[in-house]
């Protein structure tokens, strides 16, 4: 029985939409002074110069921004700096000695890993050398296809250090979706593991690299493989494969001088999902991204240097390379990483780790959070989280119960909750509150942060009134935003200008970026966003195209064709919902269900496993021959299906909608 006292609290809590930030908070945030927002407005873009101003510039930059060709903006022009030097050699006379990384292995009998500043930049340098030594030049694009590792952190920032541009990718995608990277970025040198922990067992990685490394259409000269199992695993090595471990010892005590890279110079690349089958790769800059992703950790996660900061997402998203890697480094902060996932050995794992290390901020996905919830309470509450200071999420839209469960179990009523709203696309943070400033409203992320012009805007463009449904637009550019998808600027403005912008102009007021998600506003200028409007599927704040999940299932033989959409999902928000027709003379049998599955695994990762395979007749289609998604959704979602009359084959709708109540 739960104590009246909690009762009487949950009810005081459910009723509320509005929370202060805590005074204990305010008290010593790193920003506070709500004129931050005004100053911003008159000034801008010259506000972004104290962005700038928290790194460490080899040449100073002339021009704040240079719009005089948009889309296609340039911050920090003339600046020379380098990211690794700004993550490691500044902070090494004051913090050295200092935790940098935190690392949490999976396995309770193995010892877990601290990386001074010193020790990190000593194996950074080594490992930069390494790949110097391998031929890696400058602009030469590094694949890493790695699980959560020090080493990977590691790669990246060897990687900037001599201005190779990285490209990671999530070690749950599959062999088809390496090759599909490595290929798109003509990829030559690849960084990868022996395997990983992953709820109590060894899981192999290696193999899978091969496999992918098989479907690369030109020549790779190097492949470097951390051993992370060591007799777990008997990894195989090909011919031009090199064991991380030898090439650094081989390099002990290198020191490589960190290039000065232009502020505009790509830092890295990021494949992400979009509405074709073909991923994005997102380019960011040097400049642009390392002083948004500084700012935004000193602004909204308030990062200190003596904090502890732990960030639960993985490296291989945007999350974990703007928020693990980059952002909390440039500030000097001890980082942590951890390897596995929240519920193994127990249900309290991330607990553990905030009582054990002492962290002073937490920051995580809403699908995360509703697992937590439904593990219950008395998991947060067998551990000490007093030092907790702040909480964040990031992702997908977190619904009011969810937050107020993080905001009393896990932030015991005395942490700020930031919801911030981002994409890869963005580099860093664009919507939340400040938390030191703003009042917090559950569901709603907030307002803009200072110098981002974002609106809510209809279909011709227009603002829409508080509370009506619209679209997120940014109205301005920013300094950590995309500068194009790599080698292929034409499909940079058809997919994020095109919608909004005049794009024969060369005015830069007219030309507005469209993230692609819907939104509404309130009249308070808090922004709730309510999700995404193309073909992008959002799995435990993980984007996926259903176009490439359709064409993973097309492939499978005997399928004739398919529909995936998004249904509503308890924990992973939604779950990917696949309609197929098969090919006559084929079963609609549990082993076509099967090869259905493994074939989309196979293509992406398991990540993007169906949750439900339904087999059907037709689709439901327009007249004109188009797949009414929308339709399907609603039968996912077990909805009333309202007027079907403008189909082309209404009587199909209900016989799918049987078939999912089965
Ligand atoms: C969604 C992740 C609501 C949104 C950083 C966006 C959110 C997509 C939020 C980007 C939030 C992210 N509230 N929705 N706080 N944060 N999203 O590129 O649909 O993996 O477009 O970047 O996630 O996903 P991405």
């Not at 609290?9 to 008290?27: G, I, K």
């Not at 050295?96 to 690392?103: K, L, N, P, S």
């Amino acid at each position: 029985m739960p104590e009246k006292q909690d009762v009487e609290l949950e009810a005081r809590l459910e009723d509320r939409q509005r929370f202060e930030p805590p005074e204990s908070f305010v008290e010593q945030a790193n920003v506070s002074d709500a004129s931050v927002y005004e100053r911003f407005e008159e000034d801008w873009p010259e506000c972004w110069e104290e962005a700038a101003d928290l790194l460490d510039w080899d040449e100073s930059y002339d021009e704040v921004l240079d719009d005089s060709n948009p889309p296609f903006y340039e911050w920090f022009t003339g600046g020379e700096l380098n990211a690794s030097a700004n993550c490691l050699d500044r902070h090494l006379d004051e913090r050295g000695d200092e935790a940098a990384i935190e690392w949490v292995g999976e396995p309770t009998d193995e010892d877990n890993r601290t990386y001074t500043y010193e020790e990190l930049h000593r194996e950074v340098n080594e490992f930069a050398a390494a790949l110097e030594e391998m031929g890696v030049g400058e602009d030469d694009v590094v694949t890493m296809y790695m699980p959560m590792v020090p080493e990977l952190p590691i790669a990246m920032l060897a990687c900037a250090r001599i201005g190779a541009p990285h490209s990671v990718v999530f070690a749950g995608f599959s062999a088809d979706a390496l090759a599909t990277r490595m290929n798109a970025a003509d990829s030559e040198y690849l960084v990868t593991c022996d395997g990983y922990y992953r709820r109590g067992d060894p899981l192999e990685h290696k193999a899978k690299a091969d496999e992918g490394l098989a479907g690369v259409e030109h020549e790779v000269s190097d492949v470097v493989v951390v051993d992370r199992l060591g007799d777990d695993y008997d990894h195989p090595m090909g011919e031009s494969h090199s064991a991380y471990a030898d090439l650094v010892d081989a390099q002990a005590g290198a020191e490589v001088e960190p290039v000065s890279r232009d502020a505009e110079d790509m830092l890295f690349l990021m494949y992400t999902s979009g509405t074709t089958g073909e991923p994005k790769g997102v380019k960011h800059t040097t400049g642009g991204y390392l002083a948004w992703t500084a700012w935004t950790s000193r602004a909204v996660l308030d990062v200190k240097p003596e904090d502890t900061y732990f960030c639960s997402a993985d490296i291989g998203w945007i999350t974990g390379h703007s928020y693990i890697v980059y952002g909390p480094l440039a500030l000097g902060t001890t980082t942590m990483m951890y390897e596995g996932t929240p519920d193994y050995p127990e249900k309290d794992r991330l607990w553990d780790i905030v009582e054990n290390y002492e962290a002073d901020q937490l920051y995580t996905a809403p699908t995360a959070i509703r697992a937590f919830m439904k593990w219950g309470s008395q998991y947060p509450e067998q551990h000490d989280l007093s030092s907790l200071r702040l909480l964040g999420t990031v992702g997908e839209p977190i619904n009011p119960k969810a937050w107020k469960w993080y905001y009393k179990h896990v932030g015991d009523e005395s942490c700020p909750i930031i919801d911030t709203w981002w994409q890869t696309e963005t580099g860093g943070m664009m919507v939340t509150t400040l938390p030191g400033v703003k009042d917090m409203k559950p569901g709603s992320a907030g307002p803009p942060l200072p110098g981002v012009d974002a609106q809510v805007v209809n279909a011709d463009g227009d603002e829409v009134a508080p509370g009506e449904a619209g679209y997120l637009t940014v109205q301005k550019p920013w300094p950590g935003m995309l500068r194009t998808l790599y080698q292929n600027d034409e499909r940079y403005i058809e997919e994020y200008w095109a919608e909004y912008s005049d794009t024969q102009s060369d005015d830069p007021d007219d030309w507005v970026y469209f993230p692609e998600d819907g939104a509404k506003i309130d009249d308070d200028g808090y922004v709730t966003v309510l999700g995404r409007v193309d073909d992008v599927i959002n799995v435990s704040g993980h984007r996926l195209g259903t176009m490439e999940i359709e064409s993973a299932i097309v492939g499978v033989e005997g399928v004739a064709e398919a529909a995936v959409v998004g249904g509503d999902h308890d924990v992973k928000g939604e779950a990917v919902y696949a309609y197929v027709i098969t090919e006559d003379g084929y079963e609609e049998d549990d082993a076509m269900r099967q090869r259905i599955v493994e074939g989309v695994e196979d293509a992406i990762g398991p990540i993007a496993r169906p949750e439900q395979v339904v087999f059907t007749p037709e689709l439901p289609k327009t007249r004109s021959g188009k797949i009414m998604r929308r339709l399907l959704e609603d039968v996912a979602n077990g909805e009333d299906l309202g007027d079907t009359s403008t189909l082309r084959n209404p009587e199909v709708v209900s016989e799918i909608a049987a078939k999912v109540d089965e």
